[in-house]
């Protein structure tokens, strides 16, 4: 698929979803050659809100943060902000996956949120609700990331990530990669036996970069290495590693 008319679909999906990307990339585009007093500013009052939301709605904060209602009230600069997020304990992870609830907004149901999770690289994953603004601006952030590196959205990619057991599941991804411009391969199917059928379906799409698990990536370019085989005919701009 060319790079633009996946861009366009990509948008178009973000649109149908109620997720702002468009207005977060600008944001994220605006702030980036910020000064620093323009980032305290902007911290304090995004951090002022999600406390002053937390206080309010979440079970585990309403307690947690009723010693700071007050200074939360008062707070204004980003010393404030500051001197309320140090007072507070830091939460184990086995407290949110022990009593999700106590951790999920009250009027979560309200808002408009997709179940959400981490990718469980530490352990055993933690499932939480995510709203439209918080997806808008953690994929705004990557692609601002990405264009750095000349990369732009919709532009083909290799993923290197894992795959779902399930038959169902895995058609859903299919479709998926495909509206996304991109080739997976399994991060758990890196191997010898395998290492001629990635690279054939990576030269049919030819990927401006690769994303995925370090070990993944890493286990990938030691085979090719091994082979003598050069992809620098790909002409890659990057490659991004996530956890």
């Not at 050659?33 to 002053?52: F, G």
């Not at 090719?224 to 956890?243: C, H, P, Q, S």
């Given at each position: ?26 944001d ?26 937390a206080?309010l709605?979440?079970p ?7 010693p ?8 204004r ?52 609700p ?50 996304f411009?991109?080739?997976?391969i ?37 085979l ?20």
């Open positions: 698929m060319r790079a633009e008319v996946a861009r366009s679909v990509y948008f178009a999906l973000q649109y149908f979803r109620r997720e702002p990307l468009r207005s977060a990339l600008v994220v585009r605006r702030y980036e050659y910020a000064s620093l007093d323009e980032l305290h500013h902007i911290q304090a009052t995004r951090q002022l809100e999600q406390l002053r939301f206080l709605h979440v585990h904060y309403k307690r947690a943060l009723q700071n209602a007050s200074a939360i009230d008062r707070a600069s980003w010393s404030d902000v500051e001197a309320i997020m140090n007072s507070l304990p830091v939460i184990e992870k086995a407290s949110v996956t022990g009593t999700p609830s106590d951790f999920t907004a009250d009027n979560a149901s309200e808002l408009p949120t997709h179940l959400d999770k981490t990718s469980g690289s530490s352990g055993t994953p933690v499932v939480f995510c709203d439209q603004r918080a997806w808008a601006y953690r994929h705004a952030l990557t692609h601002r990331c990405m264009e750095a590196f000349g990369v732009a959205i919709g532009e083909p990619y290799a993923l290197f990530f894992g795959l779902h057991w399930d038959k169902r599941k895995r058609i859903e991804v299919a479709l998926r990669d495909r509206v411009n991109r080739v997976r399994s991060a758990y199917e890196v191997g010898e036996s395998k290492l001629d059928e990635h690279l054939a379906a990576i030269r049919r799409l030819r990927p401006t970069h690769l994303q995925g698990y370090p070990s993944a990536v890493g286990d990938f370019c030691s090719l290495r091994e082979r003598g085989i050069d992809l620098g005919g790909l002409k890659l701009k990057a490659v991004f590693l996530t956890a």
